[in-house]
């Protein structure tokens, strides 16, 4: 596969498939500042996310209007199948490698 | 509460970022803002704005590109049909708009040209901006007087004092003392204007010298140099005219003279034309002794590249002084070129001049091309109601405001391009005309210069009279547009109709100052001057006795005839150098000088207040009369019999002369007095003739002298002519004002009238049910008319007033005027009223009878 992903790209998809379809900008913002304890920028996540959809690793749709966001709807993103088998070869890749480190104490 | 996002922020991202985008971007920022707000309002302001900010990169700005797929040629085809077809459509209006524009233009086109030409005049010369005149400031007791003619020595001097001179040159103008010389070879007579020039005149003016040597020529005082014409005239050809002898006769000048030079004649641009040029050397033998005190011939000073002609003024004011401790004058540089547009001088300060009358027609020009441009403009713009489906339609299908104003836009300008063909052909149909009026010799050369000009004027009004129509038309919004409704907003209707007085107002303030120049041009010519100019004729002669007089006033036609200088208006010479009784030591008043032999007084029925005329009776030549003004600047008591002394001789005091205008009636009348010409010095000759005898009076005068003097040419002028020649460019101004004038109120008129055809075309079901119900043919027009007429009392309002200031402005300049009367103004608001209902009279009429049935049926 000739498609290769950055590492915050991965971390923004990852979290995509996590949420399933719940996933929208600021939700991914503040999963990525609880578990990555990184501040981001929510213009960093939205740049991510438009790379990721052009890719065709995700797609969106829009949600219904909410009353926390001054009437605008919420966009949601999901992870496509195209996406998740990137993430599947990435890690089988990477596990096969990892696989090949000897158990030798690094101590 | 909610707390809202600052709003600028969001306008910004409104404005800039991808509309696929904005909606998510907008409500994850907001969304992150509420979050921040409940901790800190104004971090979370900050925060989003900086947000806000970090969104503003390439790939969340939109495209400001318009539709790539957009084909400017189509639409400027489309755009030029549109404007053909409405062309088409509505003919009249379009034939208003032509006529309009094209009339305005071709005003524009020929003022043009003249104020070209008379800002070009004497600027030919090839060192324009380091050629000088040197002008001279005479400080009297009762102010500063400045006159042109300086010292005869002064040009040598200057050059030889002063090192930021390259060169400097003595001139004897040829309209100084005499008019004409007679020029003879052999059997040939020709009448020529002659001048006395020092040696550097061809360096100091660039004047083409075709044969000769510039730096030698006139270096002998029995030299002349005359011009091309002259030598052609005389010799047939330029080769063999040098070193031929030619016989110069002027006033008390006959001699040989060796031609040595020919130059090329001064161009149409030039004030001064001469035909031959004299030694200088030569006026000073005439002339003998004069110094410094005397002033006669102009000098003209080239300077030097960088001099500092405000240092030089300062150096040279006071030159006269160190030549002569009593003298009061001051002297200073004016440009040569700008004496012609700049010579007026008030008390020693600049006081325009000609350029006042550039700046008027340049004035008038703007203001002619204004008034065309406003019908177009409220034209189009009445016209808008019905464009208003076609703006909705397009704004629907996506043409930005920019696009449709460049249509608007589009549309007057090539309005005005036609218009300038049309303005072309009226230029040329009138410029022969033009120049009749003017005096000028104009034609249209197509150089750089003009074409620029063709182009400033084309744009100029096709961009003013499209702006307005393109920003009213192109803000119409699509929804309401669509529905048929136009929100005639309060400002457009206030704009149509300050279009409407504006141009009535210009009409209004033209026709008052024509009123008022025709009238002061009328009392100027009829103004009885004190001397009676009427059925007066005057001729040169050199050969004056006491037996051609009398054979002259020997002819019945002739009632009487006298010699002196008199010439009507013309400023005459003078003398500081009276000594009377009681004078104070210090005061030395300018006193113009006559020459009156004996019965000119009498031939030109001038008034004597006290004493008598000149007479032979008298039996002495030692007689002097001066004017009333001069008596009471003497302040003599009983001047008659009183002795007054002059250049050491006394004379007795034998009469007062009413006071009469000797110069034009621009001037006050000034202390004049009047000398006894002994025969031989009055060499100018009236003589009155009979009304109605003037062709056989002047054939018999002719005879006469042409037996008496066979050398020379009978050479006459009507006195009347003369003075009517003082005032030509009042009159010019006065007939072309008129024609403008005329034509300003055309073009309002015709603006009216699109106008009103549009209004009343629009109110036809209107007008067609208040006739259903009643309403009198009477009614309707007023209905119809009262807009008008309040638009055009308000236009005559605002128009009174300023043309009060302008007209007493312009009088101001003379020294006798008319009193400005109530119904100059009254009358031009009349007229202009009355051409507007004139104009719209016809419209109204056909409207109101109308048959409603017919204008109801329609739907």
């Known amino acids: 596969m000739k498609h290769s992903l950055g590492e915050f790209e991965e971390l923004v998809l990852l979290i995509v498939g996590a949420w399933r379809d719940r996933a929208y900008g600021v939700l991914i913002l503040k999963t990525l500042e609880e578990k990555v304890e990184k501040k981001v920028n929510i213009s960093a996540v939205h740049v991510i996310l438009k790379r990721l959809e052009n890719k065709g690793f995700v797609k969106s749709r829009f949600g219904s209007p909410a009353s926390n966001r001054g009437g605008r709807r919420k966009k949601f993103y999901v992870i496509t199948a195209f996406g998740k088998k990137l993430l599947d070869h990435q890690y089988a890749l990477r596990d096969n490698i990892y696989r090949q480190i000897p158990e030798i104490s690094f101590g | 509460m909610k707390p809202t996002p600052p709003k600028g922020a969001l306008r910004f991202l409104r404005w ?87 009339t305005g233009m071709a005003c524009a086109l020929l003022i043009f040209l003249w104020v070209d030409n008379e800002m070009n005049i004497d600027k030919f010369f090839e060192k324009d901006d380091q050629l000088f005149q040197v002008m001279q400031n005479l400080h009297h007791t009762h102010g500063v007087e400045t006159i042109e003619a300086t010292p005869v020595p002064l040009a040598k001097g200057l050059a030889e004092e002063m090192p930021e001179i390259a060169f400097s040159v003595a001139v004897v103008p040829p309209t100084f003392n005499i008019s004409k010389g007679v020029i003879a070879v052999e059997d040939t007579r020709v009448k020529a204007t002659g001048q006395y020039v020092s040696g550097d005149f061809f360096n100091t003016f660039s004047y083409r010298l075709i044969r000769g040597n510039k730096n030698k020529i006139l270096s002998n005082k029995n030299e002349v140099v005359i011009s091309k014409a002259l030598a052609l005239k005389l010799f047939n050809s330029t080769e063999s005219a040098i070193g031929k002898t ?76 160190t030549k002569d401790k009593n003298s009061k004058a001051t002297l200073f540089l004016q440009r040569y070129s700008d004496r012609y547009l700049y010579g007026l001088y008030e008390n020693g300060v600049p006081a325009g001049g000609r350029i006042e009358y550039v700046r008027l027609f340049s004035i008038i020009a703007i203001f002619i091309l204004l ?53 072309m052909l009226l230029v040329v149909l009138f410029l022969p005309h033009f120049n009749l009026v003017t005096g000028k010799q104009l034609s249209l ?58 141009q009535f107002a210009v009409a209004v303030v033209l026709i008052v100052s024509v009123w008022v120049v025709y009238e002061q041009v009328k009392f100027v010519q009829s103004e009885n001057l004190g001397y009676d100019r009427d059925h007066v004729i005057y001729f040169d002669t050199d050969n004056v006795n006491e037996d051609f007089m009398f054979k002259i006033r020997s002819i019945p036609g002739v009632l009487n005839a006298g010699g002196g200088n008199m010439v009507a208006g013309k400023p005459l010479g003078g003398t500081n150098g009276i000594h009377w009784e009681g004078k104070d030591q210090g005061d030395a008043p300018f006193f113009s000088r006559l020459w009156a032999g004996y019965n000119l007084i009498e031939t030109l029925g001038m008034e004597m207040v006290a004493g008598q005329a000149f007479s032979e009776d008298f039996g002495s ?12 600047r003497m302040a003599l008591k009983d001047p008659i019999g009183k002795m007054v002394k002059i250049d050491n001789s006394e004379m007795q005091i034998v009469g007062v002369a009413k006071d009469f205008h000797f110069e034009s009636l621009y001037e006050e009348i000034k202390p004049c007095v009047i000398f006894l010409a002994p025969i031989i010095y009055a060499p100018k000759v009236s003589v009155k003739i009979r009304a109605g005898t ?18 020379e040419v009978f050479d006459f002028k009507f006195m009347d002519d003369d003075y009517q020649r003082l005032y030509a460019s009042e009159k010019r101004v006065a007939i072309l004002s008129r024609y403008f004038a005329g034509l300003a109120i055309v073009i309002s008129g015709l603006g009216l009238f699109g106008l009103l055809a549009f209004t009343v075309e629009k109110r036809l079901k209107e007008i067609g049910i208040r006739k259903i119900l009643g309403a009198t043919d009477l009614g309707i027009i007023r209905l119809l008319s009262g807009d008008l007429t309040r638009m055009v009392l308000i236009a005559i309002i605002i128009a009174l007033p300023l ?51 017919a204008s109801l049926k329609n739907e």
């Open chain 2, 803 to 853: 043309s009060y200031l302008i007209v007493t402005k312009w009088l101001d300049d003379f020294a006798y005027r008319i009193d400005l009367k109530w119904w100059y103004f009254i009358g031009a608001g009349l007229l202009t009223m009355l051409v507007a209902w004139l104009t719209v009279g016809t419209q109204m009429l056909k409207t109101v009878r109308i048959n409603p049935a």
């Open chain 2, 445 to 502: 050369n197509f150089d750089a210069d003009l074409i620029l000009v063709l182009l400033a004027i084309t744009l100029f009004a096709g961009i003013v009279s499209g702006s307005y129509p393109a920003l009213y038309i192109s803000s119409f919004k699509p929804a309401s547009t669509l529905k048929g409704r136009l929100d005639s907003s309060l400002g457009a209707i206030w704009a149509r109709k300050g279009l409407v007085i504006f």
């Open chain 2, 621 to 632: 030549h030692n007689q002097i009369i001066f004017n009333e003004t001069a008596i009471e």
């Open chain 2, 16 to 102: 800039f970022c991808r509309e696929d985008y904005l909606e998510e971007i907008e409500g994850d920022l907001t969304e992150l803002y509420e979050g921040h707000y409940d901790t800190s309002p104004f971090k979370a302001k900050w925060k989003f704005a900086g947000n806000v900010m970090r969104y503003f990169r390439p790939s969340f700005i939109k495209s400001f590109k318009t539709n790539p797929h957009l084909n400017p040629i189509a639409m400027f085809r489309h755009n030029f049909l549109m404007t053909y077809r409405s062309f088409k459509r509505y003919k009249r209006l379009f034939l208003i708009n032509l006529f309009g524009l094209s």
């Open chain 2, 371 to 423: 008034v065309a441009c406003i019908n177009f403009m409220s034209l189009s713009t009445a016209r808008s109601l019905r464009k208003i489906k076609e703006v909705g339609i397009k704004k629907v299908v996506g043409a930005r405001r920019g696009t449709l104003m460049m249509q608007y836009m589009g549309e007057s300008v090539l309005m005005a391009f036609l218009s300038l063909v049309v303005a």
């Open chain 2, 246 to 321: 030619i016989n110069w006769k002027a006033r008390d000048i006959n001699r040989l003279c060796l031609v040595s030079g020919i130059f090329e004649s001064p161009p149409s641009t030039a004030t001064n034309h001469f035909d031959l040029l004299l030694s200088y050397e030569l006026f000073q033998e005439i002339n003998p002794g004069a110094g410094w005190g005397d002033s006669s011939p102009r000098t003209y000073v080239l300077l030097k590249p960088g001099t500092s002609i405000g240092q030089f003024n300062d150096k040279i004011g006071s030159f006269l002084k």
């Open chain 2, 694 to 711: 003037e062709n056989e009076t002047i054939d018999k005068l002719r005879r006469i002298y042409q037996t008496h003097s066979p050398e």
